[in-house]
């Protein structure tokens, strides 16, 4: 029997993509500072001049997917971090965004065979979203560890 499992030790040949929403950024650049805090403290060269890793913006989560694609097909990073927050209003548009999301994450993900880690916070209000992003914890630090463990994995099984 042979157990296998992703480390979270060993993350210096992992090329890392963040890709992170504009919208609501009051909440999803807290993510990303969560998210480079914890690759740094796990080995990871998060410095602006890294050749290990990108941070990549778009202008909102349900362009998330598309993005990520193009980045998972040029084959330069072994995982890539979605981040994301959408807050529900008073419109339908709250679920098109998300269901449209989440889909197409995991769609390009299966596809290219490169693990996505979904970062993308939907929440009833701006309250909670904030605190997931740092005021009580930061759920970026908890994708980064996804990443570290998902890159690993895949490098063992490829
Ligand atoms: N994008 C978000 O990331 N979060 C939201 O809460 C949100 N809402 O509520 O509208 C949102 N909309 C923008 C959307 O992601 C696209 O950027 C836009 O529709 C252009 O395609």
């Not at 030790?9 to 090329?15: C, D, K």
């Not at 993509?17 to 999803?28: C, K, Q, Y």
């Not at 890793?53 to 971090?81: N, T």
Request: hydrophobic share 45%; charged share 15%.
């Amino acid at each position: 029997m042979a157990t296998i499992e992703g480390s979270f030790t060993n993350a210096s040949g992992l090329r890392i993509a963040i890709v992170v929403a504009r919208f609501n950024d009051l909440v999803t650049s807290k993510l990303l500072s969560g998210c480079l805090d914890c690759l740094m403290r796990h080995g990871i060269d998060t410095s602006q001049e890294s050749a290990q890793m990108d941070v990549v913006w778009v202008p909102g989560s349900f362009e998330l997917p598309i993005v990520s694609q193009s980045l998972a097909r040029s084959g330069r990073y072994q995982v890539l971090i979605t981040l994301g927050a959408v807050i529900r209003g008073d419109t339908p548009h709250f679920d098109v965004v998300v269901s449209e999301t989440s889909k197409g994450i995991a769609s390009v993900s299966r596809e290219t065979n490169v693990p996505i880690i979904f970062g993308v916070l939907t929440t009833d209000t701006i309250q909670q979203a904030l605190e997931r992003a740092g005021i009580k914890s930061n759920l970026g630090w908890t994708y980064a560890l996804q990443a570290l463990e998902m890159g690993s994995l895949m490098h063992e099984l490829n």
